[in-house]
């Protein structure tokens, strides 16, 4: 009874703190005032707004930074925040202070708009602040960007390329004013299939009369015939221009004998300049020739085939080189399996995974791609190399021609020792029975518990599991902050966030493709691209099939897996490649290919 009595008091008391704290808390937040302002109040759709909240009588920061609900009309890009303490009349506030960006989105019209609505959360309500109004003009005579000299421009080196054919993207920003935090917007090349410069996608040089370039450039081949177009792109630029000062006084000795260099002054003006789109209409290809493979590389290729050996004995393996070049898009190439089935009674054939690289000569891509076949032969005498025989389009001729290998031929020599193969046998006893000698491995070396020990009662808890209890609560502490670091160093680092979402988000990907009726062999190939380069830390866009079963071949050790899944992705790949330009649905749905994504997470994790 006493204890239930004592136990009901603590309780009285923790409420009653805890009401009592609650109550400073709103009374301190009922002093806490915010107020609202926009820099400049109006301008163009190229103009950036400055938003700034300060907060007084915060000095805690209870009250937390202000929270935006998404706007159709202005995007919100945070500039960080600050904090000050004044003393006043014997008292002292405190002042914090938040700066936004506000972006006007470039379809807006001359008109009054509401800026974004910002609020507060203060004891699980939300506190609305004042709502600016903005003043999105028209542009003056001449363009904003051309009264500042810069200009933003997106182009394409072909307005009408071939299906597959490389062409030429870039972005380019001409200024005579210096800059500084560039931001430009990323942009999805839908319907082309894109490859990085690396290093060499941007160009920076000096212009005569003062002006600076800066380019940004990707290589892009169109998957799809028509009309397709890349849509436009925004940047975000703070310009430091040079203005006059305020007018010095005549006659001052002092001004007069400084340099013309102080009568001028800057100031950072930020700035948002969006590209127009820019639009490809596509050629389809011609009509193939007979026999011609079902990916056709679109530029130009060449073709180089070698072997390590000439002559060679039976049972002696050779390898067989096969090394293409060019500037057509060779990631999706593969040997006919014709040329393999033709020599099929005269070698044995394994095929190694093709290696691709990529080069960069003036502004174009090129790539090798190299094959490698080890043969061994199944029988002596002069036997013939496999030959293989591809279709490419010149997009400069408008024509096909055909890279082959040329027909060679190998001697081989019978072995000149023969294998023998030993058998042993068990020894025989005289009486005709069979019997093997028995080999005393090891004796045993834990002895019995005889005697009088055996009688005695165990002790109920022993030594060992009492430190086993003594160091679990460390254990646990340390294996706490190991998870705790791991899951900070995931938050942190975008790729390991990536790696480890992967699998949800392609999940959420093909249902959305199921719901919406969209799963045609480019948004497979996409999910499925993006799913590898995320969980094992690859660029997954440019991934081929082969590519792809290497990695499910070394991470699951499943080759039945890895075949399977390479087969169904090299259908798609030949499917938004192939030489029908008609791009025919794939046979692969996006229920089977989660099944196949499933299966390699599963295994990938064991």
Not at 270 to 285: C, Q
Not at 437 to 445: A, C, I, N, R, Y
């Amino acid at each position: 009874m006493n204890f239930s009595f004592r136990a009901s008091r603590f309780a009285f008391l923790l409420s009653a703190m805890c009401a009592v704290l609650l109550l400073l808390a709103s009374s301190a937040l009922a002093d806490v005032r915010a107020s609202v302002n926009i820099s400049p109040d109006s301008g163009t759709v190229e103009d950036i707004f400055e938003m700034v909240v300060a907060v007084h009588g915060d000095p805690s920061g209870s009250a937390g930074s202000p929270k935006f609900e998404d706007s159709p009309n202005f995007s919100v890009n945070s500039l960080g925040q600050s904090s000050k303490h004044l003393f006043i009349n014997g008292e002292t506030t405190s002042v914090r202070t938040f700066r936004y960006q506000l972006i006007p989105s470039s379809s807006l019209k001359p008109g009054t708009y509401n800026g974004p609505k910002s609020y507060f959360e203060v004891n699980d309500n939300k506190v609305y602040l004042s709502q600016p109004k903005i003043e999105i003009v028209g542009g003056k005579a001449g363009s904003p960007s051309s009264q500042l000299d810069i200009d933003l421009t997106q182009t394409l080196s072909d307005p009408k390329p071939f299906f597959g054919e490389q062409i030429l993207y870039e972005a380019t920003v001409i200024s005579k004013h210096n800059w500084r935090n560039a931001r430009m917007s990323e942009i999805e090349y839908d319907g082309f299939w894109n490859e990085s410069f690396g290093d060499e996608s941007q160009i920076s040089k000096d212009l005569p009369g003062g002006a600076r370039m800066f380019t940004l450039r990707t290589a892009l081949f169109p998957v799809k015939s028509g009309k397709i177009h890349v849509p436009e792109r925004s940047l975000t630029i703070d310009l430091r221009l040079e203005r006059p000062s305020p007018s010095r006084r005549r006659f001052d000795p002092m001004w007069g004998s400084l340099p013309d260099a102080f009568d001028r002054y800057y100031q950072t003006v930020s700035k948002r300049l969006v590209a127009e789109p820019v639009y490809a209409d596509v050629r389809p290809l011609p009509t193939p020739p007979a026999g011609a493979q079902s990916y056709i590389p679109v530029g130009k290729v060449t073709l180089a085939a070698s072997v390590d050996k000439k002559l060679v004995q039976l049972g002696e393996g050779i390898t067989m080189t096969i090394d293409f070049y060019g500037n057509a898009n060779l990631r999706p190439l593969q040997l006919p399996k014709s040329g393999i089935e033709s020599t099929k009674d005269s070698f044995k054939v394994y095929e190694d995974e093709p290696e691709i690289e990529r080069f960069v000569e003036k502004n174009q891509i090129f790539f090798r791609k190299k094959f490698s076949l080890a043969l061994v032969p199944k029988k002596s005498g002069k036997l013939k190399l496999p030959t293989f025989k591809l279709a490419v389009f010149d997009p400069k001729t408008e024509q096909y021609y055909w890279l082959e290998t040329p027909e060679r031929v190998i001697h081989v020599t019978p072995a000149l020792d023969q294998e023998s193969l030993v058998i042993s046998a068990p020894e025989i006893t005289q009486g005709g029975t069979s019997k093997q000698q028995v080999t005393l491995l090891g004796e045993d070396l834990l002895p019995q518990h005889v005697g009088k020990q055996v009688l005695s009662p165990a002790s109920r808890v022993s030594n060992s599991l009492f430190i086993s209890l003594l160091l679990l609560f460390p254990a646990l502490g340390f294996a706490g902050n190991y998870y705790g670091r791991k899951l900070a160093a995931i938050r942190s680092n975008p790729a390991l966030a990536a790696k480890r979402l992967a699998m949800t988000t392609a999940a959420s990907a093909l249902n959305t493709c199921v719901k919406n009726g969209s799963a045609d062999s480019s948004e497979l190939l996409s999910i499925a691209r993006k799913y590898f380069g995320d969980r094992f830390e690859r660029r997954g866009e440019s991934l081929t099939s082969s590519e792809i079963k290497s990695i499910i071949s070394k991470q699951t050790n499943d080759e039945q897996l890895a075949e399977n899944l390479a087969g169904a992705l090299s259908q798609l790949e030949h499917s938004q490649y192939g030489a029908a330009i008609g791009l025919a649905s794939s046979a692969l749905t996006p229920q089977q290919l989660l099944e196949m994504l499933q299966a390699v997470e599963e295994r990938a994790t064991r």
